[in-house]
């Protein structure tokens, strides 16, 4: 059962707010179940995609689950549905969900055998995999770096996929080319349960160092991103903002122009 989306107010998407042990629940429904699936998250970045692209848009209002991901979007919900910080378990920031936050939970996904993990570079990728085969025991991990991603190396991706038929990909691309290849490309992949992950490949290999559980709690794990990859981050703090009010200015002035282009 595809769990309910609920609206977030002033940014104009679609949401599927869930916790943790609610995610892995829905994981472990869509494994058992044997067809695609997708797992998108939405932060300040992916809600100014899907209001510039059509090819963006398209995905995430056909996605099973998009996840609170950015602070400033769990927030928003919070306040439309009455989730205030001060209920205990149950506050805007126990819905937000970075990749990070549930990929260590895979364990109790019952019947989970076969992960697949696409991403990052070789070094990188490869100690993902050995940490996600001590997050579950007994499930074969396998991986593919994406490096260098071109055609012929998503030709090699889909070949290996419907080789190794798994039932869980971590595809870790970067936004937006993780999204761009699976609408390009999801129709040839094996069934299985595709999440985009962003970077998260790096950081459960322990390359990238995550920022302290209180800043995200806070809403400032931007400035640790910030700090640690500046060069990286910069535009997405101080610039893509200001992208983004435009767009939803735009968006309610000329409603009849969000569909097309």
């Known amino acids: 059962m595809t769990p309910v989306r609920q609206r977030v107010p002033v940014l104009d998407v679609d949401a599927t707010p869930l916790r943790v042990d ?3 629940a829905v994981l472990e429904g869509f494994i058992a179940e044997g067809h695609t699936r997708t797992v998108l998250g939405h932060n300040l970045h992916s809600v100014t ?3 510039s692209s059509a ?13 609170l991901d950015g602070a400033p979007v769990a927030m ?12 205990p ?5 126990e819905y937000r969900l970075g990749s990070t936050d549930w990929v260590p939970a895979l364990a109790g996904v019952q019947g989970l055998e076969r992960i697949a993990v696409i991403g990052a570079g070789a070094d990188a990728n490869a100690k993902a995999i050995e940490r996600l085969r001590g997050i579950v025991p007994g499930a074969e991990v396998a991986g593919l770096p994406g490096e260098a991603w071109d055609g012929d190396v998503e030709d090699r991706a889909v070949a290996w996929l419907q080789d ?12 937006p080319l993780q999204e761009s290849v699976l609408s390009r490309r ?3 992949f094996p069934p299985a349960v595709y999440c985009a992950v962003g970077g998260a490949i790096e950081q459960i290999a322990g390359i990238q160092k995550l920022a302290p559980r209180w800043l995200g709690r806070l809403g400032l794990e931007w400035a640790w991103r910030l700090v640690l990859h500046p060069g990286r981050v910069a535009y997405r703090v101080f610039i ?13 002035f000329q409603p009849h122009q969000t569909k097309g282009k």
Request: glycine fraction near 12%.
């Open 22 to 24: 609610e995610l892995i």
């Open 49 to 51: 995609l899907f209001h």
């Open 55 to 67: 090819e963006f848009r398209a995905l995430y209002e056909g996605s099973d689950v998009v996840l």
């Open 76 to 87: 928003l919900w919070g306040r439309a549905h009455k989730r205030g910080p001060q209920a």
């Open 89 to 93: 378990g149950d506050g805007p920031m």
């Open 164 to 175: 190794f038929r798994p039932q869980l990909v971590l595809l870790g691309l970067g936004m």
């Open 186 to 188: 999801l129709d040839t």
């Open 240 to 252: 893509e903002p200001w992208k983004l009010a435009g767009l939803l200015i735009r968006r309610r």
